[in-house]
């Protein structure tokens, strides 16, 4: 089936640091990909997306690129802020049984010190 | 714009009483909302998928009938955990997909319950 499989954390980084957190995947067809941000207490916030290969996302100098040959989705960002602490999950969409769920990653937490 | 809010945020209550959850798109319709369980420092699990108007659709190992769904409305679902128990303690999230929308594939989180059963 459908999986997703992130690098494992937390990682630890100073400010102004640069972050790559590794994401790959296996699937069936061409799914979405999603990078999704968890803050401490709260719910997910979708932080960016790309719905076919050779798509980049990108939102709050976070990027990351669909790369259908090496089946990744790696989020970078080149100059981390301490209000980036969080944990970060890939995603891919899965459209078994037409309901178009999500299948996430195990997570990875950052954490940016000043 | 998308934005779902939950209530209650936080939940206490004693072992063998049902709390209810609820799920709302503010400003969009959600034919589809997604219920998940989130433990501490661990992944979001899939629960089950809302659909309004008809019976929901539940992953493989959760029990439908301790986790109640309604899809009462396109603006609302509810979750209930009926006769509590300890280990149902846990963060509970909900998504809505908008239906709608240009983007039908992403899909739009709640902030989160956290429930608490003594």
């Known amino acids: 089936g459908n999986s997703v499989t992130q690098m494992e954390g937390p990682v630890t980084l100073s400010e102004e640091a640069f972050l790559t957190i590794n994401c790959t995947y296996t699937?069936?067809?061409?799914?979405?990909l999603f990078w999704y941000v968890q803050y401490p207490g709260e719910g997910l916030q979708l932080l960016l997306k790309a719905t076919k290969a050779d798509d980049k996302g990108s939102n709050k100098g976070f990027e990351a690129t669909y790369r259908k040959e090496t089946t990744s989705f790696h989020l970078e960002k080149g100059s981390v802020q301490v209000s980036d602490s969080a944990v970060y999950f890939c995603a891919l969409s899965d459209l078994g049984g037409g309901y178009n769920k999500l299948i996430f990653g195990a997570g990875t937490r950052l954490a940016v010190h000043p | 714009g998308a934005v779902v809010s939950q209530h209650p945020s936080r939940v206490i209550c004693k072992s063998g009483t049902s709390v209810k959850i609820e799920c709302r798109s503010l400003d969009f319709q959600a034919t589809t909302m997604f219920w998940y369980r989130q433990f501490p420092k661990q992944s979001l699990m899939l629960m089950a998928t809302?659909?309004?108007?008809?019976?929901?659709?539940?992953e493989q190992g959760v029990e439908k009938d301790k986790f109640l769904i309604n899809h009462a409305s396109l603006t609302l679902s509810t979750l209930t955990v009926t006769s509590a128990h300890p280990e149902d303690s846990s963060f509970y999230i909900c998504?809505?997909?908008?239906?709608?929308?240009?983007?039908?594939?992403?899909?739009?989180f709640g902030p989160g319950t956290r429930l608490t059963v003594l």
């Open positions: 699937a069936t067809g061409y799914p979405s």
């Open positions: 809302s659909n309004e108007g008809s019976k929901a659709t539940y």
């Open positions: 998504s809505a997909r908008d239906s709608a929308g240009a983007h039908t594939d992403t899909q739009y």
